[in-house]
């Protein structure tokens, strides 16, 4: 990867993204991540990120996800009552 171009890698990135798009949406997986999503407590986020993160005071700050592909660490932030 180390001598791939820009264009090549954000090319590679685009056709990945394609790939992956209609997997989003539908079927057993996405409606398991709606449930679990709309519980109280929902997190993705293991241990050793959520405990750190709870130490440095961020519940009422606001957070963004960038490249996300479906909110599942902005859902847990959430949780930690940082605003998305």
Known sequence: MA???QKEIISANRAAWNASVPLHGEGETWEKLLEEAAQSGFSVLD???TSP????GLK???A???ACNNARKLFSL???GIRP
């Open 64 to 66: 963004v996800q960038t």
């Open 47 to 49: 241990p050793f990120l």
């Open 78 to 80: 959430s949780s930690l």
């Open 53 to 56: 993160l709870q130490g440095l």
């Open 3 to 5: 001598d791939m171009t």
């Open 60 to 62: 009422g700050r606001s």
